[in-house]
């Protein structure tokens, strides 16, 4: 097994990242879920996980297990630094979608604003003639029997 007294400063640091999930009210769960097991080989999965990992620390002296240590914290550091980098692209590409969306509101108002004017001269060219002629008809009229 390993043990405190072989690896200090790897226990602590073990620990201390699986601190938040001790803590974790489903651990009773899992712990009721162990005792409860109706067959001894149920986590038999997990085993060989184990065990496989129990030979790559047996000796706390080998340096072979510390560079094996070392080179695997250096890798779950190289995945945590694309993991953050990746979460501030994310960022800076939502800010180019807000600034995208809001130009795209600014220039939808100014096509309602021009599609407003286009109807009314629509409008105007259709029945501006016809409006024109019924004034005239209405004020030669007015001049003819009110004048």
């Given at each position: 097994m390993?043990?405190r ?6 226990h ?11 803590r974790n009210?489903?651990q009773q769960?899992?712990r009721?879920?162990?005792d409860?097991?109706a ?9 060989q996980f184990?065990q496989?990992k129990q030979r ?5 002296t ?8 070392n ?6 550091h ?7 980098e990746?979460?501030?692209n ?5 800010e180019?979608?807000?600034?995208i969306?809001?130009r795209l ?7 309602k ?6 109807t ?5 060219n259709q029945?501006?003639?016809i409006a024109?002629?019924?004034l005239?008809v209405?004020f030669?009229l007015?001049?003819?029997?009110f004048?």
């Amino acid at each position: 097994m390993l043990a405190r007294s072989c690896y200090p400063l790897y226990h602590t640091l073990f620990v201390f990242l699986l601190s938040p999930f001790s803590r974790n009210p489903t651990q009773q769960k899992w712990r009721s879920a162990v005792d409860t097991a109706a067959r001894p080989y149920q986590f038999i999965k997990f085993d060989q996980f184990i065990q496989r990992k129990q030979r790559d620390f047996v000796d706390p002296t080998s340096r072979q297990n510390a560079t094996k240590l070392n080179e695997d914290l250096n890798d779950i550091h190289s995945i945590m630094k694309k993991n953050i980098e990746e979460v501030l692209n994310r960022g800076e590409k939502l800010e180019n979608v807000s600034a995208i969306s809001s130009r795209l509101v600014d220039q939808s108002k100014e096509f309602k604003w021009g599609a407003k004017k286009l109807t009314w001269q629509a409008m105007l060219n259709q029945y501006g003639p016809i409006a024109a002629a019924g004034l005239f008809v209405c004020f030669v009229l007015y001049m003819k029997f009110f004048w």
